[in-house]
C-alpha cells in the first residue's frame, strides 16, 4: 500500500526556520514526481512547490521562492522542503504527494518535469501542522 508520511511541523517564530520530511513506504519514489502543497483554514489547498523524480526540476510558489528549497534524497526514499524566513502567512497545514506515471505524465516525463496542480496527484500524506507565530 502507497503511504506518504509527513513530518518536521510544528511552531516557529517569524524568521524561523523548519524542514519538512515527506516519507514513501510501500513503494520506492524514484518515479514519481513529488508535490508539496498547503492549506490554511478556510482557504483552498494550494501547491507550494515541486520536485520532478529525477530531482532536476523544481517549481516554486512566488510567495516562497528564495526562502524554502525542495529536495529529495531517492536512497531514503524522502523529500523535504526546507523552509526559511518563515511568515505568519505560511502558517497551514501541509501535504506531501506523489505523481506517478499511472496519471497524465509518463515515466519520462515525470523526470523533467513537475507541476504543483492538486488535482494532477492521486497519492497524499495526512499533513504535518506548520504554525509561525511569536
Known amino acids: 500500500q502507497l503511504q506518504l508520511v509527513e513530518s518536521g511541523g510544528g511552531l516557529v517564530q517569524p524568521g524561523g526556520s523548519l524542514r519538512l520530511s515527506c516519507a514513501a513506504s510501500?513503494?520506492?519514489?524514484?518515479?514519481?514526481?513529488i508535490g508539496w502543497f498547503r492549506q490554511a483554514p478556510g482557504k483552498e489547498r494550494e501547491g507550494v512547490s515541486c520536485?520532478?523524480?529525477?530531482?532536476?526540476?523544481?517549481n516554486y510558489l512566488d510567495s516562497v521562492k528564495g526562502r524554502f528549497t525542495i529536495s529529495r534524497d531517492n536512497a531514503k526514499n524522502t523529500v523535504y522542503l526546507q523552509m526559511n524566513s518563515l511568515k505568519p502567512e505560511d502558517t497551514a497545514v501541509y501535504y506531501c504527494a506523489a505523481e506517478g506515471a499511472e496519471g497524465v505524465r509518463d515515466i519520462t516525463t515525470l523526470q523533467v518535469m513537475c507541476v504543483m496542480m492538486v488535482n494532477e496527484y492521486d497519492n497524499w500524506g495526512q499533513g504535518t501542522q506548520v504554525t509561525v507565530a511569536s
Open positions: 520536485i520532478s523524480s529525477s530531482g532536476g526540476s523544481t
Open positions: 510501500g513503494f520506492t519514489l524514484d518515479n514519481y514526481a
